[in-house]
């Protein structure tokens, strides 16, 4: 399996998994651009003429463009676009929840999805190939309380993703969903209720969860990442896969 000479844009790459994804693809050969609203964690990669960092926020529609149009400027294909970014949701009962709050958390995990794929979709129909991962969550099919929102925004990306895999089918690009466990990142501690105690939440809540008796690590996610994006899964489409260690049994 390799990535050779692909060029891959990663969003949520300043994060958890989407560091370890940059890293893993990176490796494997492939360009990468990292974006992210925070790319302090990329510095390591910079001065690489394999990466390009780009600081900025996906909700916005010309900043999407962007990216992309530089990207085929200076790397002459878009091969791969894995949406790794999103964000959590502190637990809270429904009647707590404000509006903003839950126009923030789908416009983050969906709208941003929705802008990047339709700019992905208008480059790779153009080459007549392409591979998008959406990563969502194990919690659209094993939802935890007081997480409505974000339930619903993962959810929306599978709907999505899989649409859209049968909008692009025709044109020999790949739409697939990635849907992680709990995983031992940032985020996992913003998923707690205010009142709790964050580190005593991880383990007795959220590592017990996992049938496979640990968290997920970021690396467990970019190889997986790094497998639907390679062409070993020409044929694999509309596709959810859980990496979640059995929590979505
Ligand atoms: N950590 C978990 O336990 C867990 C479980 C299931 C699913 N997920 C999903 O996995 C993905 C990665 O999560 P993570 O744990 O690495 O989280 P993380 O918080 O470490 O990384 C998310 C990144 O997305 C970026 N981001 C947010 N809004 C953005 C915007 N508008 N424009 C550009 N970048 C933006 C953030 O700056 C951050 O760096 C997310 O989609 C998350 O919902 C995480």
């Given at each position: 399996m390799t990535l050779q000479g692909k060029t891959v844009i990663v969003t949520g790459a300043g994060g958890g998994m989407g560091k370890a994804a940059v890293a893993l693809l990176l490796e494997e050969g492939a360009n990468v651009v990292g974006c992210d609203l925070n790319t302090d964690l990329l510095d390591e990669f910079k001065g690489r003429t394999d990466f390009v960092e780009y600081n900025g926020n996906l909700l916005e529609e010309e900043t999407v463009h962007q990216v992309f149009k530089e990207t085929f400027e200076r790397f002459g294909s878009i091969d791969g676009l894995a949406n790794i970014l999103g964000i959590a949701q502190s637990a809270a009962s429904i009647e707590d929840c404000s509006l903003?709050?839950?126009?923030?958390?789908?416009?983050?995990?969906?709208?941003?999805?929705?802008?990047?794929?339709?700019?992905?979709?208008?480059?790779?129909?153009?080459?007549?190939?392409?591979?998008?991962?959406?990563?969502?969550?194990?919690?659209?099919?094993?939802?935890?309380?007081?997480?409505?929102?974000?339930?619903?925004?993962?959810?929306?990306?599978?709907?999505?993703?899989?649409?859209?895999?049968?909008?692009?089918?025709?044109?020999?690009?790949?739409?697939?969903?990635?849907?992680?466990?709990?995983?031992?990142?940032?985020?996992?501690?913003?998923?707690?209720?205010?009142?709790?105690?964050?580190?005593?939440?991880?383990?007795?809540?959220f590592e017990k969860s996992v049938p496979l008796g640990r968290l997920l690590k970021p690396m467990d996610i970019a190889q997986s990442v790094k497998f639907l994006l390679s062409d070993e899964t020409n044929m694999v489409t509309g596709a959810v896969l859980h990496v979640d260690g059995g929590r979505n049994i």
């Open positions: 903003n709050d839950y126009r923030k958390i789908m416009d983050v995990n969906m709208t941003s999805i929705f802008l990047t794929c339709r700019e992905a979709a208008k480059y790779m129909k153009k080459q007549q190939q392409g591979k998008i991962v959406n990563v969502g969550s194990v919690s659209t099919t094993r939802p935890r309380p007081g997480l409505q929102c974000y339930v619903a925004s993962k959810g929306a990306v599978e709907s999505f993703s899989k649409a859209l895999a049968l909008e692009l089918a025709a044109y020999h690009i790949n739409v697939n969903i990635l849907h992680p466990g709990p995983s031992d990142t940032n985020m996992l501690g913003q998923f707690s209720a205010d009142s709790v105690n964050v580190d005593d939440t991880k383990k007795e809540v």
